[in-house]
């Protein structure tokens, strides 16, 4: 049979040990907070006593935030142990008293941990601007859980995708079709012409001007524009690097070859075009 002090040395060699040994060796509180310091969601396994032991969830739960699910609830609805948990795991506010999750301090450490967390907020507060503002800031993607208006304002949209490009698939239509806005957009991240208005990406006056602002945005042109040699060797005459995000069939069609190295006749560009492959002569 093994002892107490059998599973203590366990224990001690390897938390994950915890789980298995007896109810009597889970109650002991040294072990437990040995075991909790090192894996918090281990309190799971610890007995009830302990789960309203505030030193045994305050160290539980400062070593994996939603280790407050399985923690009693009068430390649940504990705001000093609520705020610890949510330093480590903003997500962990899905586990806080229901008076805790709608207290504005609590919310807002939560979305400062975790962007993503607005998505557990009440439907109420997701219409405050400010929790909103705090959300996508941490992760842009947060704003597909905002009320729809906000998705159109534009402060709270580019502030979502300077923490997150991918955040422009849940931006309003509206803005998406708002020149003004969308070169805003562009200038933070290329990337984001990708998501503009189709209207937008087949407008060589609008293109050529997102590609002075950033040549990362002739990648999400249209199709059309990027095939053709005259627009490609405008747009490199803005940036030669341009030419990365032509299509493949003009970067390798031999006569563009010609043409782009009597416009720019740079050894970097010769280089480049050099390491391309050919189409095959007609």
């Known amino acids: 049979r093994v002892q107490h002090d059998d599973w203590r040395g366990f224990i001690q060699r390897d938390h994950r040990a915890f789980r298995m040994a007896p109810s009597g060796v889970r109650a002991d509180k040294k072990l437990a907070m040995l075991t909790v310091r090192k894996d918090g969601l281990a ?67 939560a979305l400062q941990q975790n962007g993503m967390a607005l998505s557990l907020v009440q439907r109420r507060f997701r219409d405050r601007r400010e929790f909103v503002l705090l959300a996508v800031s941490q ?22 995708i300077e923490s997150n490009t991918q955040a422009m698939q849940v931006v309003d239509p509206y803005l998406k079709a708002d020149p003004e806005f969308m070169m805003q957009a562009i200038a933070i991240h290329g990337a984001a012409m990708q998501y503009a208005a189709s209207y937008l990406r087949s407008d060589p006056g609008f293109v050529m001007k997102a590609l002075e602002k950033n040549v990362w945005s002739f990648g999400g042109a249209a199709r059309e524009l990027r095939s053709d040699p005259e627009f490609v060797l405008l747009g490199m005459l803005k940036n030669s690097m341009a030419l990365e995000f032509a299509t493949a069939e003009l970067r390798s069609d031999r006569q563009f070859h010609q043409l782009a190295r009597r416009q720019d006749g740079s050894k970097r560009l010769k280089k480049y075009l050099k390491s391309m492959p050919l189409s095959s002569p007609q």
């Open 43 to 109: 309190l799971q396994f610890a007995p009830a006593a302990l789960m309203e032991d505030r030193d045994v969830v305050a160290t539980a739960v400062k070593n994996q935030g939603c280790a407050l699910k399985f923690a009693d609830l009068d430390m649940k609805a504990d705001k000093e142990l609520v705020l610890e948990a949510l330093k480590s795991d903003g997500m962990a506010l899905q586990f806080a008293a229901r008076r805790l999750q709608e207290d504005p301090e609590v919310i807002s450490a």
């Open 139 to 160: 992760n842009g993607m947060a704003l597909e859980f905002s009320n729809p208006l906000l998705k159109r304002d534009r402060e709270v949209a580019l502030k979502a």
